[in-house]
């Protein structure tokens, strides 16, 4: 990695002297998904790193929705003094992403529903889809409009559950606005925000932008950083592990702190290698027909903030899962500091 400076970095060693508000340290498993833990191991795991939250994003983290298994890892969690979130996929039926090998999103959802009863899940997390909806069949709109007829069909169960469903701002799917509109539409008394960090820079936004839109709706979130630069095409978005960013995420986490007291910040570390927005480009405005220029331009201040990252070399495939270990490590170390935890 480019630096490694959590330790000695001066904005964590200031900022670990202010005050701030009660906040739950989490652990997203998609975070260390090459390791191929059993659930029991991810909570092992977990624990060692002082999460107090876990969120099992997606089912195979969780082993399976059996009954016997999912009241074992609860009790397991319970002995750890460890919070449970769990989650699954796509809930959109017109979505790249969805998959109807699975049933129909709405018989998902309820299988959810009953899990997340059982394991202890006050939330079930899912979203919409990635990027690709954004162009080609129906546009974001017509995707937003399709998950939120599935969500007011489930509305009557979830509530029969006491659960709530986090939809995430996923992979570039939304832009803060639009989910904020997804979840008005659907019903915001059991509906809210999963709120990623990562992925606004994915869908041309300012985090901190999405952060103000949605943070009335937040029921848990996804936190990591992101370096972001200009290129000739138009940006470059490399995600990275805490303090490596350009983002401002100490600040970032700081007005998470502040604006979702009691929420989960957990962190989701993926580190990637750039990828290129070609918005100079007029082609690429396709799936951006409707976004507001003066949020663009809160994008732009950030890319022109950055500066060019050297390119390095992804880890062999025999270093992956311990790389994934040692990113998400270094950035707990780095967020604890800051939280003065």
């Excluded at 998609?30 to 107090?52: M, V």
Aim: aromatic fraction near 8%; glycine fraction near 8%; charge should be neutral.
């Amino acid at each position: 990695m480019l630096r490694r400076t959590f330790l000695a970095g001066s904005g964590a060693t200031a900022l670990a002297q202010i005050a701030m508000p009660s906040i739950k340290l989490g652990i997203d498993l998609f975070s260390i998904r090459s390791s191929n833990y059993t659930p029991f191991e991810y909570l092992d795991y977990a624990a060692r790193q002082g999460a107090k939250v876990v969120h099992f994003s997606e089912i195979r983290f969780i082993g399976n929705l059996e009954e016997a298994n999912l009241k074992k890892v609860r009790t397991h969690a319970e002995s750890l003094g460890i919070e449970i979130e769990i989650g699954m996929r796509s809930i959109c039926p017109s979505s790249k992403a969805f998959d109807a090998t699975q049933g129909t999103a709405e018989q998902q959802l309820e299988r959810m529903f009953t899990a997340a009863n059982t394991v202890g899940s006050k939330i079930v997390r899912a979203f919409l889809g990635t990027s690709a909806d954004r162009t080609g069949g129906p546009h974001i709109e017509g995707h937003i409009e399709n998950a939120s007829k599935v969500l007011r069909a489930v509305r009557a169960k979830a509530m029969d559950h006491n659960l709530k469903i986090a939809i995430e701002n996923h992979a570039g799917d939304m832009q803060g606005r639009e989910l904020k509109m997804l979840i008005d539409e659907s019903g915001k008394d059991f509906v809210g925000a999963c709120l990623d960090s990562g992925n606004p820079l994915w869908a041309i936004e300012d985090p901190h932008l999405t952060l103000e839109i949605l943070a009335p709706y937040v029921l848990t979130s996804h936190i990591r950083d992101t370096a972001v630069w200009r290129v000739p095409e138009g940006a470059a978005v490399q995600w990275v592990r805490m303090g490596d960013g350009n983002i401002g995420i100490d600040d970032y986490v700081r007005k998470y702190a502040k604006l979702c007291p009691g929420k989960a910040l957990s962190l989701e570390i993926i580190v990637t290698q750039p990828r290129t927005f070609p918005y100079l480009e007029p082609r690429f405005w396709d799936g951006y027909r409707h976004t507001p220029a003066w949020e663009f331009s809160r994008f732009l201040a950030l890319v022109d903030k950055g500066k060019q990252r050297q390119a390095e070399a992804p880890a062999p495939k025999d270093r992956v899962a311990q790389q994934e270990r040692e990113d998400l490590e270094a950035s707990m170390i780095y967020t604890k500091r800051l939280l003065n935890l």
